[in-house]
């Protein structure tokens, strides 16, 4: 039944992007050509190469559809020549040229599969391949919690590219450059794959996991929508469903988004969910990307909240077949976008603001000045052995909550004199500002002798930030030989070939 | 006698008569008919050829044939031939004689009868009578012949050559008469070489070989035994016709491009006979130059720090003929740079010349690949094509990328670890309990670590290599901070022993030492930074073009030593990259990375995939930026970085107030320089404001404006070409025109000095009129109005000099502003020199000079001495600039330690509309070069050039 349904529901959808996407920019209409844009759009790319092949025109239609299948299945050096013969088309320049950045990108990379996970990562950069394993892990346990929670399914593989900086993204996504260096883009959910920036980009790492999530969300959002999901709906349940694949850590619920969205109407950061524009990575900056995402957020929070999962598979349902949102979203839940935006806000300004200050996404993020030098000098003389004088050097770091960065280095040095009670103390998530990768590796080596499984958590978090980290990876403090049981000899390794020695120059 | 004895008898007998007389015939006949044939033979086509053999063979075939015949016809039938021409009746009577004997003998019937019959029949024959006949006959025809072969003799006596040049033809191979016949009596070669060797023609030896240069047209001059006949001249491969000089000769122009033997030749159709005589010619090629560079072949290593920052190349070039250019070649990779050296337009043999390569040029400093220095020189051979040749090499290796900045890293740190190191004594002072010993080994210590600091940062402050040393303002920031490092206290004073005071001590020397491990570690991280992106771009053109080779091998067509090459530059310089901070680290990496996935893929041929690899390797070096810019990303948080800022390696936030002050002190610096530089421009160009310039002055200044044009007024407007007096009278009409109007200007030095101009052309045009006769008329106006002008610069001059006393060549208002500009400038000049540690002492000095000619020159336009004024002025605008190259600033453009302008922009002044006089002053700069005297042979070249940019 479930199985009939589902084909039904695929006809019908078919049926509406035929009849919905009438006035595109391409001059000549074929049924089959919409039929295969839709079953690629919902990834169904085999599906789409039979009628593909079986199509008995080539019409410039059908050959945009072809160059968009190869680009949905990674044959970036076939676009071109299938999309040759469309002229004055927008949509196949922009093709071609996505398809000549990705070969450019994908040349010689290393391709992995895990036929059981139904999963395939390219990796530009060899070296990445030590992440491999982490991949494997959170894409399956994501996919199940979105087919959990959204009902989402999974045709497979899933495709995976990770890359080693944003010029690739840029060239593999079609993305901007510029964009995605104002708004800081780490990946992107386009033409069927995951596209991401390799861990190693940022020197502490990043949230790179969860960010796995988040764009899994995105083409999970696609398939179940047909791609007509909006852009508040993408971003709000993606951001929303990027930490539930995981334990939930001490810091996910430090900085909620309502705070965000409070300080951004404040600055006058903030933008109706219908002038979001077309993708988050393209706004002016960083804060207002920030305070974008924080709206989003809490608002599918809400709305999830004041009506069910039930309803939300149901709105998702309706997008395939109803012409507008507002009219799927009344179906759905009962009121339209608008309507839905204005009980949001209402109920935003009742939010009560936490008692302890959190640093807020509008904060420029710089840290007051002799800190920083206090930080740089501890790293100076650890480096040079000194530890009792790194230590002294760092200086008091007032009262809590610390830094992240100034707790780790404080409790690094600290540990390094033996007093390990005193790194314990800064290894809470009570007295620091947020976690990160070097501090959740000194929670994982002071609580290897106390609490087994926070230790174990605490590696896990802290590989999920910051892989190629030589704390994170190689559980030891920096300019001290690693253990010889390691949890990933693989990842240490190729922190090792990275960073040697860390934390240098 | 029986009938058949009476016939063989008379037979016999008239075979007697005609034998000898036949035989004779004969031989006359084949005799004339040879003579005949051969002449046919001589025409030398073919068909003549063949008839002439016909004719030679049959007549001698048909004798044959007729005497064979003779023998073989029986007696009665010959009798019958010979005597029935005139006795038809009696032979036929004979015959049926015959015949009825013939048949009475067959049918057995009375033979008597029958041989009766032709017993009678025989008798009634006149054979005496015939053979009398034939006899006369005969006798008539050996006349004949002898007259015959007296004739064909005679005849073939004379043209006894025409006869031999007859069986020579007939008798021909392959066109070429078998027998080399002696047609020439006398033979002239003379040898003209090619134009541009400007070689006189010479008369040549027909024996022996003689050898001339390519491209020498040699004419043969003949005298021929034997005229008319079509006489040509060849090398048996070719052919060029002898022709008649009118003066009894044959003559032929030859042109030597390769060794070649000469003949003559008759032309016989299609067969030639040759001449007996040849004559040899040798071909000498024209040699390429021969150059040669001193010192070379030679390789130096720019990474040697002996080496000198600019490289003399001395180079000799030399030509069997004539020079055309000398160049500078300079090649590197798969680019080359051409500089022209010399350029002759006249035969120059020899050159020989100096060029001082500075290695600081961008060629040589951005090569990433040898550069390869030779001189080459080409010839003018224009005959087979101007030749180049080339001499050896001088090979400039550069440094590995990023090796001498690497170096230069290495030593910063080295201080900065140092200082460090002193920190953690300082950090960790001994107790207040500590006894005296104690105290004492860490005072030692802290000397120690205190000396080894100054030891190393000295080394750092000295590292110097060709394009890469620490800027002036850096080292000198450093060096205050360094001076600022307190040493520990000596033993003899009391804090040595007292620990509280010791604390105190290291306390004070801690915060120093901080400060100057801090900056140097910024130091480091900013010229790091500055480091991997120059690397970085320099790396990027090695990959572009190591990707273009892949692109090129996959049309087959790119040389592996390419590839090697460019693999083994980015292949060295990643490991250097890697020492580079964290932007070094990434772009090492990445290079790593990315060569690891070219060589394996050009292992495997896959040239396009090789090809896509580099080129996205190229890309990111291109951008020579991080990976990842601005914190949080699609999913990931949203601002709030922990650790981003600081540790990314870019540097601090901003520059900190000494910084600033640095660069505000050397903005101000060139600010000055440049303000020096406009006042002692506007001295020195006389730009009084004339307007309130004497009356009287003005009016004087205008009155010989009007002299010198009505001086001028006879010379041609137009010139008629440049080999033609006018041209140069034109040109000093013109001089003359802009003379007057300077004069209406004010601007008496630029009227004396196009008066001066004006004389020049003038001088040339008298020389060039004075050549011709039919300008003797021009000689004269040129004469006069150069007179005239030269009068009138000589009043002007004694103007100028009263003007000069006078101070009226500008308003006493202007001076009086222009000292007040003077002393307002020296006065920044002072305060920069006071100014403290953002201005380096190296400076300093070159500052003092300049201040103190400023005053000098304040003082020079306080008494109207311009000249000295000016003079005063462009000392203290060279010392000025000498304190901007102590900074290692140059006059445009704030920098960083790299020498490179990377970061801020220089400040500039926007001029306000007085100030701007752009176009003005563009035209009047050019009209100024060219009224400057000039060599009349490019005066025109300049002048068209100009006139060209004013267009």
Redesign the interface.
Known sequence: MRKWFKKLTISLSALGIALGLRGTSHAEFAPDALVIRALITRHDTSEALKLLTFSSRRSPALALEEARLRLYTGDCDGVAAAATGIVHDDEAEHMIEVGEGC???T???TLRVDEGAGLEVQFQ???DQATFPLIVDAVVRARQMLERELGADWPRPTRIVVV?????LS?MTGLPYQAA????????AKWGKVTM??P?????G???R??????LTHLALTRLTIDRAPLWLQEGF??RQ?IRWREANPFDAR?SPEL?VKNGIVKKLDLPLDKLGNS??TLPS??Q???A??EVESFCGYLLRETSNVALRAFFTELNTVKTVDEALKKATGAELGEWEKRWRAWLATVPSPPVKA?????S???P?RL??R???FE??E??G?K??AL??LGDLGHAPF???AATLRGRGLEAVGRVDDAWALAQPEVV????G??WALRQRLAASRDVSVSSVAAELAVSEDPFGFEAACQARPFVSPPEELLRPALCAASRS?NVPP?E? | MKPEEATAEFVARYDRIWRATRRGASAVAWLATSVVALLVARIGSDGSRALACFMLVVPVSLAAIASWHRRRTDAHRRLFAIAGKRSRREVNALDRAMRTEKRAAQYDESTELAALAVSRAMMRIPAGDILLREATYAMWVRRASIVAVIVTIAGALSSFVFLAEGADVLFSRGGIAPVRLPYVRDLEVRARPPAYLREPERTVSGDGVSRHPKGTVVTVRVDMLVPKRSFVLSDGAHEVPLIDDGQENLVAHWTLSEPARLRVRARFGNVAVEDARALELGVIHDESPVVTLEGAPLQLSLADPNVPTALPLRYRAADDHGLRDVELVLRTGARETRRSLSHFELDTRVDSGAYTLRLSEAIVSEATSPVEVRIEARDNDTVSGPKWGKSETIVLVPPKVGESEALRQAALRKARDASVTLLATLLSPPQKSASREELRLWSERWRSNANNLKTVTAEALRFERPNVRLKARLAARISKLLSKVKAPPSPAHPGATDPKRSLLMAEEARTAVEDFALTTDRIAQGLDLASAKSSSKKLATSADELANAFAAMQRDSAEGVTLSSYLTVLREAAPYMLAFGPLGRELGQVIKNDLGRIERESASKRWRVAELSARDLAARLHTADFAMQSSGGGGGKGGGGSGDSADSGSGRDGEDDLDQAFNDAANELRRAARDQKQLADENAGDRGDSSEADDAAKAELKKRAESVRQAAKPLPNVGQGSDSWTSKGASGKEQAERAARALEQGNVLEAIEALRTAESDLEEARRMAKKSPWSREGEGEVTDAARKLGDERGAIEKLQRELQKKGAGSSPERLKEQEKRQRELSRRVGRLMNLGEEMPDEAKDPLGHAQKHGEEATKALGKGDRDKARDSQRSAQRELERALEQLGESSGGSANGNGSSTEGAPLVDVPDGKKHHGPDELRERIQRGLGRPSGPRIRDAVRRYSEGLLR
Do not use: C
């Not at chain 1, 080693?164 to 690739?168: A, F, G, I, K």
């Not at chain 1, 500002?433 to 990160?436: A, K, R, S, V």
């Open positions: 070969a450019r990108v040349a010689a990379a950069e060899e070296i080693r900086d944003q010029l690739s060239a260096k104002t708004t800081g883009t780490a990946a992107v920036i390799s190693r980009a940022m020197s502490s990043f949230e790179w969860d960010t796995l999530a988040h764009e993606a951001k990027q900085l965000t988050l990575a960083a804060a990307a920030a305070v995402y924080a640093p807020s996404a509008t904060q993020g710089k840290r000045r920083n030098e930080e740089r000098l100076l003389l480096r040079s000194e009792e004088a002294i050097a830094d992240a960065r500002t947020g976690g990160y070097p501090w990275l934390s120059p």
